[in-house]
């Protein structure tokens, strides 16, 4: 017993050693902040008084090269444009700071897919160019961050500011849709990362810090609903124009962490095993044969609940985020995990447990990987286990 505890401690130790080398889940790439820029256009009125808009742009160009081109909404400079851009009075700067501004000129624009293209006069140091991701069908339920100078932030408190990119807001949600607008044929990322005023024109980026959208807007029915162009909209734009950007390339970049995923699965499964084995307690058939009836148990692995188990008497018990209904309730915000995500009851007929996914968003899966179909319930085996969404949320089943 003594050297399956050693053995299960191994084990760990080597999983947290693995997952230390992986980047964390839902981190923001800071990265993606070197790269921003605070955008002023200004328009004179009929009567000649100025009136400025502010939004945000990023740089794209060649990686490790110093970039000259911005990105933006068309709608950050419209105003711009209608006045007949310089020419007619217009005004249009970038910031990099409290005190340290450059004009901008107009490269090229898409009213219809609100997407435009900005220049500086010649390339700057002052900022990184973002590579570019065409958003897939894949990334839905996937981790995004929506980067930008909202004014309302400024507006709400009165904080100390210099425009500068550590001054910029960064909100997180996750893609739930991708759409195409009638009319325009303009391709929209749906997300709950929120965005107002002055968001326009920012990136929306995955989690390794590449931009799969320019944010645009909030939807005026639900709070909660807000939209980003694809960047496929501003991409034939730069092409159009010759000017080089740089596309994020998955070669190369994933094999290790790839590995040490694989590996953290089968050495959760191992450890799962091994904590169960070397409780001290008698197996069910010691239990049958001495008269006592075995206690069908749900374990979670989870390490936010230190091993927490539950009995099943009679009634299914829920498993998911909402604390409400969820015998084993995870944290919000954990990965992989939807409100109600699935249920699990004991056959006493069939000697085996019932799993039943509650049409999650993540989806729930056997210790082999495979997916169980929504509302299909699904027979396992004391002693097995499965996940909701990551491996990282492993529940075991056993007769105790």
């Not at 070197?34 to 009125?45: E, F, K, N, Q, R």
Request: contains cysteine; hydrophobic residues 40%; negative net charge.
């Amino acid at each position: 017993m003594k050297k399956l505890r050693i053995l299960g401690v191994t084990l760990l130790t080597i999983l947290m050693m693995g997952l230390a080398a992986v980047p964390a889940m839902a981190a923001f790439d800071r990265t993606v902040l070197d790269s921003i820029i605070l955008i002023y256009a200004g328009a004179p009125d009929k009567d000649g008084v100025m009136n400025y808009w502010r939004g945000t742009g990023f740089f794209v160009g060649k990686e490790g090269e110093k970039p000259q081109y911005i990105i933006t909404n068309c709608h950050v400079v419209e105003d711009f444009i209608l006045a007949g851009k310089a020419s007619g009075g217009g005004e249009l700067k970038v910031m990099y700071g409290k005190d340290d501004e450059e004009e901008a000129y107009l490269v090229d624009y898409d009213y219809e897919k609100d997407v435009a293209v900005l220049r500086l006069a010649e390339p700057t140091d002052k900022r990184v160019a973002l590579m570019m991701q065409e958003p897939s069908e894949d990334m839905l339920g996937t981790t995004v961050h929506a980067v930008g100078f909202p004014q309302a932030a400024d507006l709400t408190v009165e904080a100390v500011t210099s425009f500068s990119s550590s001054d910029a807001s960064v909100t997180t949600g996750s893609v739930s849709r991708f759409l195409t607008e009638s009319g325009t044929g303009r391709k929209l990322i749906q997300t709950d990362a929120a965005l107002s005023g002055g968001n326009s024109g920012g990136p929306l980026t995955t989690e390794n810090g590449t931009v799969i959208g320019i944010n645009t807007a909030g939807s005026a029915l639900d709070q909660n609903l807000f939209y980003a162009v694809s960047v496929s909209e501003v991409m034939p734009l730069l092409t159009r124009n010759d000017i080089a950007y740089g596309v994020y390339s998955e070669k190369g970049s994933s094999n290790m962490t790839m590995i040490i995923a694989i590996a953290a699965v089968v050495i959760l499964a191992v450890v799962a095993v091994v904590i169960v084995m070397s409780k001290k307690k008698k197996p069910a058939q010691a239990q049958e044969a001495e008269g006592k009836k075995p206690i069908p148990v749900v374990r979670s692995m989870a390490a936010q609940h230190n091993g927490q188990t539950v009995q099943l008497h009679n009634q299914p018990i829920q498993i998911g985020r909402d604390p409400a209904v969820c015998r084993i309730a995870y944290r919000d915000g954990t990965p992989g995990v939807s409100s109600k995500h699935c249920q699990v009851y004991y056959s006493e007929g069939d000697n085996a447990f019932v799993v039943t996914d509650l049409n999650s968003t993540y989806g729930t899966f056997l210790s082999n990987g495979q997916r169980i179909a929504p509302n299909v319930p699904t027979k396992m085996a004391p002693k097995s286990s499965f996940y909701l969404g990551d491996a990282e949320n492993t529940i075991y089943l056993d007769l105790e």
